[in-house]
Nanobody
């Protein structure tokens, strides 16, 4: 059973920075597509960034390119999301997700339907 635990959410003013982390356990194969998604009440969950732990390939939503950076630790069971220049519209609950596939085979894996394992989420609030 894959288990994902997020940490690092919080409140920040616009223009500020936050770093989210997600640690996975229970992996049964060496490499996964892992990523971050976000959701605000009343809206659909959207992909933010994904990374394939096999080769480090990354994919980003257009809305966060140049501001967010996804990375993995050497152990490959932890991913991070460094967020800078945060905007009020980045306010959402951020979820970590994973699936034992190469993100490339699902066009980057930014569609929530493509990843099957999910964490409980962590809240990010950006005030203006």
């Amino acid at each position: 059973q894959v288990h994902l635990v997020e940490s690092g959410g919080g409140s920040v003013q616009a223009g500020g920075s936050l770093k989210l982390s997600c640690t996975a356990s229970g992996y049964t194969v060496p490499d996964y597509c892992m990523g971050w998604f976000r959701q605000v009440p009343g809206k659909e969950r959207e992909g933010v960034a994904t990374i394939y732990t096999g080769d480090g390939s990354t994919y980003y939503a257009d809305s966060v390119k140049g501001r967010f950076t996804i990375s993995q630790d050497n152990a490959k069971n932890t991913i991070n999301l460094q967020m800078i220049s945060l905007k009020p519209e980045d306010t959402a609950r951020y979820y970590c997700a994973a699936d034992p596939l190469d993100c490339a085979v699902v066009a980057g894996g930014l569609d929530p339907e493509d990843l099957g394992y999910w964490g409980q989420g962590t809240q990010v609030t950006v005030s203006s």
